[in-house]
């Protein structure tokens, strides 16, 4: 189930279940998303991006879904697998004279074999 | 090859020090940056750099100062540290500002004692 706390959200699954984490974002002048997978002790890796003037885009066992009626962005994991445990950020490129990628608050997913 | 590279891994020193934080991209890269990740997992931007030049320089106390002797290095000096420094600094770069994906460095984690 999903929880939140004090602590970052978390998100628990069993290995083989889909996985599904939100993101609300806050400027609607953004126009570039991206997903990022941070394993501890090492920097956020990117895992897919999606541009506004899409609302679904597919990888490898990773789907992003953007709606921008209500601010909302999701990545949707397939088939989840122990080494998907991870903190998971959004990141919107917001426009604001310059162009920046800006992190929403992580959720942490946690795979059980 | 790593492409983001970031030195040291860790730093431990005591409040009213000054110390540096290196860091390289050897991706070809015309924006470098810094984030700082605290105790939640919350990454925010501090600085970010284009071509040499700083273009963003969010609401970071003036004992924070970027350096960058070429597009390819950032290096961030802190002087009079205090406690709520610690945290964890990460380096990325990108092709472009914010309309790209940006890759990270493997953080610091500079800890204020």
């Known amino acids: 189930g999903e929880s939140v706390g004090l602590h970052l959200p978390t998100l628990s699954v069993q290995e083989g279940d889909n996985s599904i984490i939100n993101c609300a974002y806050s400027?609607?002048?953004?126009?570039?998303f991206i997903w990022y997978k941070q394993e501890s002790g090492k920097g956020p890796q990117f895992i897919i991006d999606?541009?506004?003037?899409?609302d679904k885009r597919q990888g490898q066992r990773v789907t992003v879904l953007l709606n921008k009626t209500v601010k909302h962005l999701s990545l949707q994991i397939a088939a989840t697998q122990p080494g998907d445990s991870a903190v998971y950020f959004c990141?919107?490129?917001?426009?604001?004279?310059?162009?920046?990628?800006?992190f929403g608050k992580g959720t942490m997913l946690l795979v059980s074999p | 090859d790593t492409a983001v590279s970031q030195t040291p891994k860790y730093l431990v020193t005591q409040m009213g020090n000054d110390k540096s934080i290196k860091c390289e991209q050897n991706?070809?890269?015309?924006?470098m940056y810094w984030y700082k990740q605290d105790s939640k997992k919350f990454l925010k931007i501090m600085f970010s750099?284009?071509?040499?030049?700083?273009?963003i320089n969010e609401t970071v106390p003036n004992r924070f100062s970027p350096k960058s002797p070429d597009k390819a290095h950032l290096n961030l000096h802190i002087n009079s540290l205090e406690l709520g420094d610690s945290a964890v600094y990460f380096c990325?770069?990108?092709?472009?500002?914010?309309?790209?994906?940006?890759?990270f460095g493997q953080g610091t984690r500079l800890t204020v004692v």
């Open positions: 999606i541009r506004s003037n899409m």
């Open positions: 400027n609607s002048a953004s126009d570039y």
């Open positions: 990325a770069s990108s092709q472009g500002q914010g309309q790209g994906e940006a890759f």
């Open positions: 750099y284009n071509n040499k030049e700083l273009i």
């Open positions: 991706l070809g890269h015309d924006t």
């Open positions: 990141a919107e490129n917001r426009q604001q004279g310059y162009s920046t990628l800006t």
